[in-house]
């Protein structure tokens, strides 16, 4: 009997814009729908986290959340944009200066970023006080393998650029770094794969502790940990993996275009 030809997965591929209104508009709807998914998944504490999407008009400006609105209440309409020097030319609220001082270095620093996704959420800054990198224990967690990086310092709330060109360099080129004793800290091409990466890495990072836990994880063998990263861990895959939370929360949340 003949085997049937191997069909690789066929997947969508982020749409194209034949206007800068429509680009600009559609990178509001994703952040703005990406707060609102931050808030469902508890990733909000107190006034601290943001998101950033680049401006496609002017790129060395960007949309950030209003400082000390709830993510569940943020709609597009609330978005501010911040120029250069952190001041915000258009919005009606002031923006976090520590979300100034980390993203305006990480965008400066990665001409091919488009978003950056920084929260403490539970899971990811209790990983972080471990000062480490995550493992490839699970599949998911390989998306990370060799492709974040770790800022192993910690001096307070970082409001100086100066302490966020560090937390870029961290970065380095790779889609992730972990804060020690401070959070994840995510980036992408868009701002679907930015987010996409900002929660399955504060999965992970729950897993980990989970098997800690329990006993002694064994971790994939590094040639599989490259391969289950060329498979699940690629910019197309991180923005795919992202559009069936932008549906279900739009779908429930339908003020957010507001």
Not at 58 to 71: I, Q
Request: net charge negative.
């Amino acid at each position: 009997m003949t085997q049937p030809a191997y069909n690789p997965l066929r997947i969508p591929r982020p749409p194209q814009f034949t206007s800068i209104e429509d680009e600009r508009q559609h990178r509001k709807e994703r952040l703005t729908a990406s707060f609102r998914l931050f808030a469902k998944f508890g990733f909000d504490e107190g006034v601290a986290g943001h998101i950033t999407a680049r401006d496609p008009e002017k790129p060395d400006h960007f949309w950030v959340n209003p400082f000390g609105m709830h993510f569940g209440l943020i709609k597009v309409s609330d978005l501010v944009l911040v120029n250069e020097r952190g001041d915000v030319v258009e919005g009606d609220y002031d923006v976090n200066r520590a979300a100034f001082a980390i993203h305006s270095q990480v965008h400066a620093a990665r001409p091919d970023v488009v978003a950056a996704a920084h929260a403490h959420s539970m899971y990811g800054k209790s990983w972080s006080t471990l000062g480490r990198l995550l493992d490839p224990i699970t599949q998911d967690a390989c998306a990370f393998y060799e492709d974040h990086g770790l800022f192993d310092d910690y001096t307070g709330v970082v409001f100086d650029p100066e302490e966020g060109a560090r937390l870029a360099k961290a970065v380095g080129q790779n889609k992730a770094a972990i804060l020690r004793n401070h959070g994840l800290l995510t980036v992408g091409k868009t701002v679907d794969e930015a987010v996409w990466w900002f929660i399955t890495m504060e999965r992970c990072c729950q897993s980990q502790l989970l098997a800690e836990a329990a006993g002694a994880p064994i971790s994939v063998d590094p040639e599989h940990a490259r391969l289950t990263r060329g498979q699940v861990g690629s910019t197309e895959a991180g923005w795919f993996q992202f559009q069936p939370m932008y549906a279900m929360i739009t779908k429930e949340q339908p003020d957010l275009f507001g």
